[in-house]
Nanobody, 121 residues
Framework: VQLVESGGGVVQTGGSLRLSCAAS????????MAWFRQAPGQEREFVAR????????FYADSVTGRFTISRDKAKNTVYLQMNSLQPEDTAVYSC???????????????WGQGTQVTVSS
């Protein structure tokens, strides 16, 4: 599975961005897809995940109510809609794919290259 993220950028506090993760190379019907983020000097952090088949979602407490993960089966793409962005959301955001529904980064088999999100105060 190849994953390519896009949509990062610089936004002011309170603004919105939508990240995209285009997948190719394999059918995703058995996979869970997730977004993780990593800020400088910090560990990688789980953000949100979605079951490709059923569409069930789960979010980190820090983004619940502000971020929404979704997928478009026809486009083989996962999205992360981020609203009410705060400076602490600044990080490199990466999408990942796993054969199990999990929040553990070590259990994800495939990763994109990441896209930078910067929230200015």
């Amino acid at each position: 599975v190849q994953l390519v993220e896009s949509g990062g950028g610089v936004v002011q506090t309170g603004g919105s961005l939508r990240l995209s993760c285009a997948a190719s190379g394999r059918t995703l019907s058995s996979y869970a897809m997730a977004w993780f983020r990593q800020a400088p000097g910090q560990e990688r952090e789980f953000v949100a995940r979605i079951s490709w088949a059923g569409g069930s979602t789960f979010y980190a407490d820090s983004v619940t109510g502000r971020f929404t993960i979704s997928r478009d089966k026809a486009k083989n793409t996962v999205y992360l809609q981020m609203n009410s962005l705060q400076p602490e959301d600044t990080a490199v955001y990466s999408c990942a794919a796993a054969l199990i529904v999990t929040t553990g980064a070590f259990e994800y088999d495939y990763w994109g290259q990441g896209t930078q999100v910067t929230v200015s105060s």
